[in-house]
């Protein structure tokens, strides 16, 4: 995925086995650019490579480019013109121009960075690689740079110098009920990004036959959420129309910073939940967080249709547009 992979674990691995790793980073697109700022190319010193910067448009050029950086040790900028027919050939409509950052690991970019930036992914904490493409000067920081985490958006600071990566956890979602609208919900949120964990502690709904593949927690739902805990990249979704399944979960994701909160109900079943959530201590502001009924109002019917709904939402939320 574009928002999450592992190229700097990649890339750590490599330097540290004695291949020799090079990172390339899109800092910067004109037009129809295969690849998102802050896409990510790892290249070994035996000129093997994981990710990608274009989509295969200019590929070669970037391994050489990058062979030379680490032979040089110096980090350098790249900037190619994508063709029409190279942008048609990756599903774009017409091509653009794109910006490189190109660093070797070790002589460059240092190692005890790159092992602490893989650390702070492996532990689900947000981080900022911060670098002057001019200077070279480079640091890792986990504030000051809110809104493009918020908004999972790497680029340049008004210098036009300084780039900021934006490393952000996975998103996640947790949905209450491995009901049927889950079933059309999970593989849709898997392709848009999402590592989707179920919650339910009926076995015959949360079953591997109903969710093959699927990471299925059939604990009460606020034990599960105890153990998974909640942070900034979650959404969770409630699904199962049952208060006594629903609500613990509600009440843990009301008092974390979860992005989305969903829940599945009528608006009459809605209101009934805001009086309980209302006796449980919360305020209108929080209890406001919730989307119910869940999703845009599509006119969706059936179950696929629901799950477009409540993903969009989520999406909308996301990405701080009206929902």
């Known amino acids: 995925m574009d928002r999450f992979d592992n190229i700097p674990e990649t890339a750590l691995e490599w330097h540290r086995d004695g291949t020799g790793a090079v990172l390339a980073t899109v800092v910067q697109t004109w037009g129809s650019a295969p690849r ?17 910067v274009s989509g295969g448009c200019v590929e070669g050029a970037v391994i050489v480019e990058a062979l030379e950086a680490m032979d040089a040790g110096a980090h350098r900028i790249l900037e190619f013109g994508v063709s029409d027919e190279d942008a048609f050939a990756v599903g774009l409509a017409c091509g653009g121009t794109i910006r490189i950052l190109v660093e070797p690991v070790g002589s460059v970019l240092p190692e005890t960075m790159l092992a602490d930036l893989v650390a702070a992914r492996k532990s689900r904490a947000a981080r900022a690689y911060v670098v002057n493409v001019e200077t070279g000067e480079r640091r ?22 300084t780039f900021v990566a934006v490393h952000n956890p996975p998103l996640r979602l947790i949905v209450v009920g491995a009901v049927h609208i889950a079933q059309a919900l999970v593989p849709m949120a898997r392709i848009a990004g999402y590592d989707p964990v179920l919650i339910d502690p009926r076995d015959a709904f949360g079953s591997i036959e109903r969710f093959p593949g699927e990471t299925i927690l059939q604990d009460w739902p606020d034990e599960a959420i105890a153990e998974l805990g909640l942070d900034a990249r979650t959404a969770v979704v409630l699904l199962t129309h049952d208060p006594k399944l629903d609500d613990p979960a509600l009440i843990a994701a009301l008092a974390a910073d979860v992005f989305y909160i969903g829940a599945l109900g009528s608006k009459r079943t809605h209101a009934k939940r805001v009086e309980r959530m209302t006796q449980a201590g919360f305020n209108p502001h929080q209890i406001g967080r919730i989307h119910g009924p869940v999703g845009l109002n599509i006119g969706a019917a059936g179950p696929a249709e629901i799950a477009v709904s409540i993903l969009a939402q989520m999406t909308a939320v996301l990405r701080g547009h009206p929902a």
């Open 36 to 52: 998102r700022v802050g896409a990510q190319l790892v290249v070994g010193g035996d000129g093997r490579i994981q990710g990608s």
């Open 140 to 161: 890792l920081q986990s504030t000051g740079h809110e809104d493009r985490m918020r908004m999972d958006r790497s680029g340049f600071e008004d210098d036009q110098k």
